[in-house]
């Protein structure tokens, strides 16, 4: 009796052990599902920002960035199709894949008309910008619909980080698209876009959250920096229309996306 109870006790506590495990797996396979939705957001924007100068000086190194960018949320796409986070159906995944086909389709167009032409059709940037806008949206609803699902967490910094650095994207492109393009509304395509000075300050919020509760170690010293290089050029972002260093603001905000990626790979790692 005493050996068949021990055996009892044995496997109800390995079926509980179990269960946990499985909860722990799908709860980080949902948050895996979170983050590759959001470098899927950045990683488009960063490739409009990328073909803004590329349209301008046709350098093979930009046209690098483009693909770089474009291969990371083709990555970050065929991760959510093979998700197996049950958070979303499949038609709501493959809506979004078909319209980023259609974003890849007009990136291609539009470099091919650097290449061939030496300038770009504005009626094709135009489209592939309001497409990159449309879907960061659609994206964002997923996202938004993941995060609510059950099951999934939400941690307050990690979302502040995320929203600061998808903010931070759309604004390189937008500031790209003012310094380099010959018609500046070739980003602005819709007339709910937020200005830039106004992005600007949801960057300040963003950043506030971030800081204001205390950190050590290598994350206090990343939030320093990115707070240091956000000070740099904050006040390009806010005026906008004055004659800036545009290679400048560029390399910081990139910097200061590297520093919110490392950040919130040290919240979740904290977590």
Do not use: C
Not at 45 to 68: C, H, K, M, Q
Not at 233 to 240: D, E, F, K, Q, T
């Amino acid at each position: 009796m005493n050996d068949a109870g021990l055996r009892v006790r044995s496997l109800v506590a390995a079926l509980i052990l179990l269960a946990l495990t499985s909860l722990s797996a799908r709860a980080d396979t949902k948050d895996d599902f979170l983050s590759d939705l959001h470098t899927f957001r950045v990683s488009n924007y960063l490739a409009l920002d990328a073909y803004y100068r590329f349209s301008a000086n046709g350098d093979t190194d930009t046209l690098n960035e483009i693909v770089g960018s474009i291969n990371d949320a083709n990555s970050s796409m065929n991760d959510l199709s093979d998700s197996t986070a049950e958070v979303l159906s499949e038609g709501e995944v493959e809506a979004l894949n078909l319209e980023f086909d259609t974003f890849k389709d007009l990136m291609r167009s539009n470099i091919n008309d650097v290449r061939n032409t030496g300038y770009p059709d504005l009626r094709l940037v135009s489209d592939m910008a309001n497409q990159a806008s449309a879907i960061s949206a659609m994206a964002t609803e997923l996202y938004l619909a993941a995060q609510e699902s059950r099951g999934t967490a939400t941690r307050p910094r990690v979302e502040a980080a995320r929203s600061a650095a998808t903010t931070l994207a759309q604004m390189m492109a937008k500031y790209s698209a003012r310094t380099h393009s010959t018609v500046s509304q070739t980003f602005q395509g819709s007339s709910s876009d937020i200005p830039l000075d106004e992005q600007a300050l949801e960057f300040d919020t963003l950043l506030s959250e971030l800081t204001a509760t205390s950190s050590e170690g290598e994350l206090k010293a990343t939030l320093d920096d990115v707070s240091s290089k956000w000070q740099f050029i904050r006040s390009s972002y806010i005026n906008y229309n004055d004659n800036n260093v545009s290679f400048v603001i560029d390399r910081y905000s990139k910097g200061i996306l590297r520093g919110l990626t490392t950040t919130i790979e040290l919240l979740q790692k904290n977590a």
